[in-house]
């Protein structure tokens, strides 16, 4: 999973706590702890979703404006949407 160095930096200060992600197949899995730049990240839990379960609450703790950019950040290329707990 690939987070820009700002988002980690958001993710070390507890200012993120959540990403959502659409893929084919997750390239993380819950429990797991990939080794980014930024240092170890946590990956408390994956859950497959669908899109209108994503709330604005999750696009808070995802660091955007609102529900509406954080599904405009998906892109619809076909997959699961996944909610991803940091």
Same mark, same amino acid.
């Not at 980690?8 to 730049?37: F, M, Y």
């Not at 604005?56 to 660091?63: E, I, N, P």
């Given at each position: 999973?690939?987070?820009?160095?700002?988002?980690?930096?958001?993710?070390?200060?507890? +200012?993120? /706590?959540?990403?959502?992600?659409?893929?084919?197949? @997750?390239?993380?899995? /819950? $429990?797991?702890? @990939?080794?980014?730049?930024? #240092? *170890?990240?946590?990956? $408390? +839990?994956?859950? @497959?979703?669908? /899109?209108?379960?994503?709330? /604005?609450?999750? %696009?808070?703790?995802?660091?955007? *404006?609102?529900?509406?950019?954080?599904? #405009?950040?998906?892109? $619809?290329? #076909? #997959? $699961?949407?996944?909610?991803? %707990?940091?």
């Amino acid at each position: 999973m690939l987070l820009k160095i700002d988002t980690l930096t958001c993710i070390k200060c507890n +200012e993120v /706590s959540l990403a959502s992600r659409q893929w084919r197949r @997750p390239t993380v899995k /819950s $429990d797991g702890r @990939p080794h980014t730049t930024g #240092g *170890e990240l946590r990956i $408390d +839990e994956v859950r @497959p979703v669908t /899109s209108r379960a994503l709330t /604005s609450v999750d %696009a808070a703790a995802a660091r955007f *404006e609102s529900r509406q950019a954080l599904l #405009g950040r998906l892109c $619809d290329g #076909g #997959g $699961d949407i996944c909610r991803v %707990a940091l």
